[in-house]
């Protein structure tokens, strides 16, 4: 069992910064690759970033690509995710999971466990 918990989120003006962290709790838990996915209201929720086990490979979704940076640090089970150059479409809840594995993963249904969620708000 593996338990996340985010912070980081709040209100933020068009074009600055946040850190999303999600502290995990649990056995193994430098063996799951993990995962950050967003739901806007409205909408389905979709995936944001994704990083191995060892944080050595990360991969984005476009929408967010060279504006987001996802890391981990498995001696304090933290995960991060660096968002820059922020914008009103990043408005959303942002969740922090843990996949199938130790590899990437991009699909929400594979998430093996999830957070609560953080808001995140962007203001024009």
């Known amino acids: 069992q593996v338990r996340l918990v985010e912070s980081g989120g709040g209100l933020v003006q068009a074009g600055g910064s946040l850190r999303l962290s999600c502290a995990g709790s649990g056995r193994s838990f430098d063996l799951y690759g993990m995962g950050w996915f967003r739901q806007a209201p409205g909408k389905e929720r979709e995936f944001v970033a994704t990083?191995?086990?060892?944080?050595?490979?990360?991969d984005y979704a476009d929408s967010v690509k060279g504006r987001f940076t996802m890391s981990r640090e498995n001696a304090k089970n933290l995960v991060f995710l660096q968002m820059n150059s922020l914008k009103p479409e990043d408005t959303a809840v942002y969740y922090c999971?843990?996949?199938?594995?130790?590899?990437?993963?991009?699909?929400?249904?594979?998430?093996?466990?999830w957070g609560q969620g953080t808001q995140v708000t962007v203001s024009s």
């Open positions: 990083i191995n086990w060892s944080g050595h490979i990360t």
């Open positions: 999971a843990a996949g199938p594995g130790s590899h990437l993963y991009y699909r929400e249904s594979e998430s093996a466990y």
